[in-house]
């Protein structure tokens, strides 16, 4: 499993373990980036089944920082977006910088992700979310229970709607 520190400390180490452990990945760019932190550039291949569907390879910017901050941006063509920040550049800059919605913000710890898992688990996500929102753009519908995406009107955490999403919810937060 890739700590963060591990990551820092050694990012050649970290390339080799995402391609070797995880399916599709390729790391096409390793960046330093100011302040101690780093950037990779990911190229996403489709499963196969996803790929005689016609899905293309996707791609992805992870910036990591000595703080434990991660954040994702899909790079490539300018698209529609179901599950994406906006900019904090402004309007006027387009999609650039808005980082992809992985998890809901307020949302019990245990259904995001917090570094405990490492980051293949991050990268893992990252790549999922890519291909849910070429899915979402061809079929106009979450290919899985979608989290919610304003806070719950009666307080409190947003319910999940599925037997199988309670059961996760069980096994994971103990």
């Known amino acids: 499993m890739l700590a963060f520190k ?6 050649a180490r970290m390339r080799r ?12 760019h390793l960046l330093e980036a100011q302040r101690g932190g780093i950037a990779l550039d990911m190229t996403c291949t489709p499963l196969p089944e ?20 991660i954040y994702s ?13 906006p900019s904090p550049l402004g309007s006027e800059f387009g999609p650039l910088a808005g980082e992809v919605w992985l998890w809901y913000p307020k949302d019990p710890r245990y259904l995001g992700w917090g570094g405990e898992g490492g980051l293949e688990q991050y990268v893992a996500r990252v790549y999922r979310h890519l291909f849910y929102e070429e899915y979402y753009r061809r079929e106009g519908q979450w290919p899985v229970e979608d989290a919610p995406h304003d806070d719950p009107v009666t307080g409190g955490a947003h319910p999940i709607c599925s037997a199988f999403m309670r059961k996760e919810e069980r096994r994971w937060a103990s």
């Open 6 to 11: 591990d990551v820092l400390e050694d990012p």
């Open 17 to 28: 373990v995402l391609q070797n452990e995880l399916f599709g990945i390729t790391i096409d």
């Open 50 to 69: 996803l790929e005689v569907a016609g899905f293309q390879h996707e791609r992805a910017r992870i910036a990591i920082w000595p703080s434990g901050a």
């Open 73 to 85: 941006y899909p790079l490539g063509s300018a698209r529609t977006w179901h599950h994406r920040y």
